[in-house]
């Protein structure tokens, strides 16, 4: 099977998804089905026409990864990352990436505590079930860099001192695609640990009159409601997390991203393996199914591999080069071979 397989198979066998609270018991596949499918249906009140898009982003959460979005300003990536957050009832928090934000207004810090005479720490806005990381190609490296402990392995260190992030955890960060003169090249590390990079685009002529209507007087955004709580939320990645990956679809992913290797510059890593497998979790719990099927990892291997790709030499991550070499894969990978 080889050494990505291998990863692969000892991953799948584990129900728990990253950062997991080890006792949330898994719902059984229909009601985890009606939970994701009411999360995309609340989602929608707000946002139109991109009900693809939005299923991306929800079966990244049952996943338990985190997303980029990318686009050109205006096509509502913002709204979309808000109306997700507000469909769970849990801690939603805001980072607006600007060139002098610094590490320490992310994770947080220590302040000295005047009644004690102690430092007591201060947790950042990194703190929160799903985190919203608004335009966070205009803060620096070093800045960015304050999510990577975070989005790894769901936790801070601050001043030598560990503390763990809430359960679930969900970073929704969106991108500048168009004033690259005023923003920084995201860390390759970092657009990594991404389960998936998505493009709204605009809307149809009829979508953008849907838009407008809905966004005269009050905005839809202000009448989303949760329709999950942070336990629900839980219990549906415990679901997603035990849906069975047979070894014909893991070798099939594996073939899958030896072949980006084979063909590009840097090629997806194991890392982006085990993302593809989870996200096929999620679209199969999404569809109610217990296992996972080729048509799982064929519609979820374009938004988890390509932003991971580059294809030549001291060019840029990702891009329509990236997008190329997957669709290459999908057609000439076989899924049975």
């Known amino acids: 099977m080889g050494t990505i397989g291998t990863l692969l198979a000892h991953m799948t066998d584990s129900l728990e998804p990253p950062y997991a609270t080890p006792d949330a018991a898994p719902l059984s596949a229909a009601d985890a089905s009606d939970l994701a499918r009411s999360l995309v249906e609340n989602v929608e009140t707000v946002i139109v026409g991109n009900r693809s898009a939005i299923e991306h982003i929800v079966t990244a959460v049952l996943a338990g990864g985190h997303l980029l979005l990318e686009d050109v300003p205006g096509v509502g990536k913002t709204m979309l990352a808000r109306a997700v957050a507000r469909s769970v009832d849990g801690d939603f928090s805001r980072v607006q990436f600007t060139p002098d934000l610094l590490p320490a207004d992310v994770t947080g810090s220590h302040v000295f505590n005047e009644k004690t005479r102690e430092f007591d720490f201060q947790p950042g806005p990194i703190f929160g079930n799903v985190v919203l990381g608004d335009e966070i190609n205009r803060a620096p490296p070093k800045t960015q860099a ?192």
């Open 146 to 337: 304050a999510l990577l402990e975070a989005m790894e392995e769901g936790q801070v260190t601050v001043d030598g001192t560990t503390h763990p992030l809430p359960d679930p955890f969900t970073v929704i960060a969106t991108q500048n695609a168009v004033e690259r003169d005023r923003t920084y090249e995201l860390p390759v590390a970092e657009v990594d640990r991404f389960t998936k990079k998505l493009h709204l685009g605009y809307p149809s002529p009829d979508e953008e009159v849907a838009v407008i209507e809905r966004a005269v007087g009050d905005h839809p955004i202000d009448s989303v409601d949760a329709v999950a709580s942070v336990a629900d939320l839980r219990r549906a990645r415990a679901t997603a997390a035990s849906v069975t990956v047979a070894e014909p679809v893991r070798e099939y992913v594996t073939r899958l991203s030896g072949y980006t290797r084979e063909h590009a510059s840097l090629g997806v890593s194991p890392r982006g393996s085990i993302a593809l497998v989870r996200a096929a979790q999620g679209r199969a719990t999404l569809d109610g199914r217990e296992y996972v099927t080729p048509d799982d990892v064929k519609a979820e291997a374009p938004s988890v591999l390509a932003h991971r790709i580059r294809a030549d030499p001291g060019g840029a991550v990702g891009g329509e080069a990236g997008e190329r070499i997957v669709e290459q894969a999908l057609s000439r990978v076989d899924p049975e071979a």
